[in-house]
């Protein structure tokens, strides 16, 4: 598919790496260095703009290696076919320490996708379903689902204690390792060590799974909402 993209000034166009990349990588455009302070974010423009084909949108991405490596996590956003101001990315900054962002960096990936337009038909009642509105945790674990599998409630102590040494991704992105579990009054809590790089980098959270049962994944499951004991 070809796309119409204009350089903005000293900008970079954004590149496949390989054959089978799915997103072009971008790359900052900034007269100085940007400071994106822990817990904040910050929109870094990306150096050029595109006309896109009407039924498509492109899709700015984070980098996975920057959410792994630095803890930096791209908002997911969409330029539409009618865009044709500089394409910027949002950055938000999920570590404990200020991250630098520098002219030419690659910060971002661009994706290029299809537009399915809805037509809105208004109704009174909606099929049912076994779901019905169940939410998230709602459907336990499926054997089947190889990922996203949802552990059961709980129902003994010695469950919880299984859950030392696993390890703990936090929003999808951040990992770490669980060095202790705590049950209180109906709660479970979590207390892990933050990993970059392979190593610790010091820093232990402790988070209650039931306040948090949509952001944590331990060794691989997430934990529904529901926890219950005999």
Same mark, same amino acid.
């Given at each position: ?10 900008? #970079? ?18 007269? #100085? ?32 290696? @920057? ?16 865009? +044709? ?5 949002? @950055? ?103 990993? +970059? ?17 949509? +952001? ?5 499951? +997430? ?8």
């Amino acid at each position: 598919m070809e796309i119409k993209i204009k350089r903005i000034e000293n900008g #970079k166009l954004p590149e496949y790496k390989t054959i089978g990349s799915a997103g072009a990588d971008c790359y900052a455009r900034i007269k #100085k260095d940007v400071i994106i302070k822990s817990g904040k974010s910050g929109t870094i423009p990306l150096g050029f703009a595109v006309e896109i084909p009407d039924g498509y949108e492109m899709q700015i991405r984070g980098r996975s290696g @920057l959410a792994s490596k630095s803890g930096i996590e791209g908002f997911t956003g969409t330029i539409d076919s009618d865009y +044709r101001g500089e394409v910027s990315a949002i @950055l938000f900054n999920h570590s404990d320490k200020d991250f630098i962002v520098k002219n030419g960096d690659r910060i971002a990936q661009a994706v290029i996708a299809p537009v399915i337009k809805a037509e809105w038909y208004l109704t009174n009642k909606l099929s049912e379903t076994e779901r019905g509105e169940g939410g998230f945790g709602h459907t336990g674990i499926s054997e089947e689902k190889k990922i996203e599998k949802f552990y059961e409630p709980f129902t003994r102590i010695s469950e919880i204690e299984k859950l030392l040494g696993k390890d703990i991704i936090l929003d999808n992105k951040i990992q770490g390792k669980v060095n202790a579990v705590y049950y209180s009054g109906g709660f479970i809590s979590v207390q892990f060590t933050l990993l +970059r790089d392979n190593l610790c980098c010091g820093d232990s959270i402790k988070m209650s799974i039931v306040d948090a049962f949509e +952001r944590v994944k331990i060794d691989g499951h +997430r934990f529904g909402r529901e926890i219950k004991f005999e």
